[in-house]
């Protein structure tokens, strides 16, 4: 029997997951279905639908904006809920697995990162200097999992006092932008969100190293922070579709004990940008 999966969000219609979970399917020949479902965006609407799906027989779901957070409360609907390090850290969850006798949550946005940094960018990063840019919850999901890599983790942010709340609880370093006038990082990532409003974090031109690479989280166009990078002697520019596709494939993992080939399927979306 086909197992069911969906993707849970608010709007929803862009998401990329379906045809990313079907190509999945595919390659591996797992018998699942995924399908993008739309819920009104309150904590209530969200917590509803869970229940829903769980008595509809689904195995799991995906969960996105705005709801990773309210994921992570799911725990006071009386479940039996079991988090992983990355998600009681992160306080959101991005995937959840469905057992006979709770729910399983899970983050994989910061392994996603991580592999497309280090697997298909080919990037070290131990002891590399890192400069994760915003203290929003797609920072806040990826700190831990860069921390463990080895790499020595700086937070800067538009609001320099959220980023060194977040330096402090992750046990990392944090700065405002004028702070970082002196510095020069390795890696440069853009976890902000002003690449949705075509605009840039106002850093210093003088951050990149030589050989440095810039990563920016969003994808589907090249953001003025990728411009920006580019201009200023990055000498890599990457947008986050490596990392969609990874956090997927992880989430994969997690419902199916299967690892899809990730490289065939950036390939295949990358041809349809
Ligand atoms: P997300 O879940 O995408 O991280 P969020 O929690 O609303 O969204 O956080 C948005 C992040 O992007 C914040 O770090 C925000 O900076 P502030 O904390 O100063 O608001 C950052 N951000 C959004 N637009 C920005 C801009 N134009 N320049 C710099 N930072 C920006």
Same mark, same amino acid.
């Given at each position: 029997m086909t197992d069911k999966y969906a993707v849970i969000g608010n $709007? !929803? /219609?862009? =998401?990329?997951s379906p045809q990313i979970h079907k190509m999945f399917a595919e390659q591996t020949g797992q018998d699942i279905s995924y399908e993008a479902i739309l819920v009104a965006s309150g904590p209530d609407d969200f917590t509803a639908e869970i229940i829903g799906l769980r008595k509809d027989g689904y195995k799991g779901c995906n969960v996105t904006v705005p709801f990773k957070q309210h994921a992570f409360q799911l725990g006071i609907i009386g479940l039996t809920i079991s988090l992983s390090e990355d998600v009681t850290h992160a306080m959101a969850a991005n995937t959840l697995k469905f057992l006979n006798g709770g729910i399983q949550l899970e983050n994989t946005d910061g392994t996603g990162l991580v592999r497309d940094l280090t697997e298909n960018l080919g990037v070290d990063l131990r002891g590399k200097r890192l400069l994760l840019v915003g203290a929003g919850g797609a920072a806040r999901g990826v700190i831990l999992p860069l921390r463990r890599t080895g790499a020595n983790v700086i937070i800067t942010n538009r609001t320099a006092d959220k980023a060194l709340a977040l330096a402090k609880r992750f046990i990392v370093s944090g700065c405002s932008y004028e702070e970082l006038v002196s510095k020069k990082f390795d890696i440069v990532i853009n976890a902000t969100s002003s690449g949705l409003s075509d605009e840039m974090p106002d !850093? $210093?031109? =003088? !951050?990149? /190293? $030589?050989s440095s690479l810039a990563y920016d989280m969003m994808y589907g166009r090249e953001t003025p922070f990728m411009k920006f990078a580019r201009e200023h002697g990055a000498a890599v520019v990457s947008d986050g579709l490596g990392m969609l596709v990874e956090q997927a494939a992880e989430s994969f993992f997690i419902w199916r004990g299967v690892r899809p080939e990730t490289a065939p399927v950036i390939a295949a979306l990358r041809k349809q940008q």
């Open positions: $709007p !929803i /219609a862009h =998401s990329k !850093i $210093p031109e =003088s !951050i990149f /190293a $030589p």
